[in-house]
């Protein structure tokens, strides 16, 4: 069992939808990153978040400690948000990251 | 964006060749770490480094060293290169370790004939 899940996995929504990812994880973490990855491109951070919610533009991160769970949310989607997003939780114990396996967001004209 | 440099972008080597993958930054940050990115696994660490001539093994180290001579540079050797070590690699850096942003590069997709 992984670390951090992921879900759904693969994810298609029509222009404008609203758009919510989901990520668990059972080892203890000291903050959960949320990532960005467009096919065939590097990867860009998104958010870093320990406690609360954070936003910007278009995208929400929230995360609750207690269940161990963070979600990312999309408004008012647009096709160049079509990407694979990778939450990763960062080891309090060790210097590395826990990263999810990813969810591929398509997102139609 | 975080000055984060990957060389080279694309390489084809074949099997038992050595190949070295480079990580160069301008940020100065104390951790740089190697993932390798497959389909159905997410990114794994290969090895990480917390200093100059300080490294460690992740979960997928055996094939794979590191050197780290000066904080800017992060080196990745494939002793002998195998068909299973095809992968895309990534590096990355952080200031410090946990609850610190993580800055990646481009990437270096490497293929093993």
């Known amino acids: 069992k992984n670390e951090v899940e992921q879900s759904p996995q693969n994810l298609t929504a029509q222009e404008g939808e609203f758009i919510t990812i989901n990520c668990s994880y059972s080892?203890?973490?000291?903050?959960l990153h949320w990532l960005q990855q467009h096919p065939g491109g590097g990867i860009v951070s998104l958010f870093m978040?320990?406690?609360g919610k954070k936003k910007h533009g278009r995208l929400i991160a929230t995360i609750n400690i207690q269940e161990k769970h963070s979600s990312l949310h999309i408004t008012a989607s647009h096709p160049r948000d079509s990407a694979v997003y990778i939450c990763?939780?960062?080891?309090?114990?060790?210097?590395?990251?826990?990263f999810g396996t990813g969810t591929s967001l398509t997102v139609i004209p | 964006d975080a000055g984060i440099t990957q060389s080279p972008r694309h390489k084809v080597t074949e099997t038992g060749t050595p190949v070295t993958l480079r990580c160069h930054q301008t940020?100065?940050?104390?951790?740089m770490y190697w993932y390798r990115q497959d389909p159905g696994h997410g990114l794994r660490l290969i090895h990480y480094?917390?200093?100059?001539?300080?490294?460690d093994k992740g979960e997928v180290s055996d094939g794979y060293s590191v050197s780290r001579s000066k904080t800017e540079d992060f080196l990745l050797t494939l002793e002998s290169a195998t068909s299973s070590q095809t992968s895309v690699y990534f590096c990355?850096?952080?200031?410090?370790?946990?609850?610190?942003?993580?800055?990646f590069g481009q990437g270096t997709r490497l293929t093993v004939v």
């Open positions: 978040l320990s406690s």
């Open positions: 080892v203890g973490i000291s903050a």
């Open positions: 480094s917390y200093g100059v001539k300080d490294t």
């Open positions: 940020e100065n940050h104390r951790y």
């Open positions: 990355a850096i952080s200031e410090e370790r946990g609850n610190t942003e993580a800055f």
């Open positions: 990763a939780g960062a080891s309090n114990t060790g210097n590395q990251f826990y």
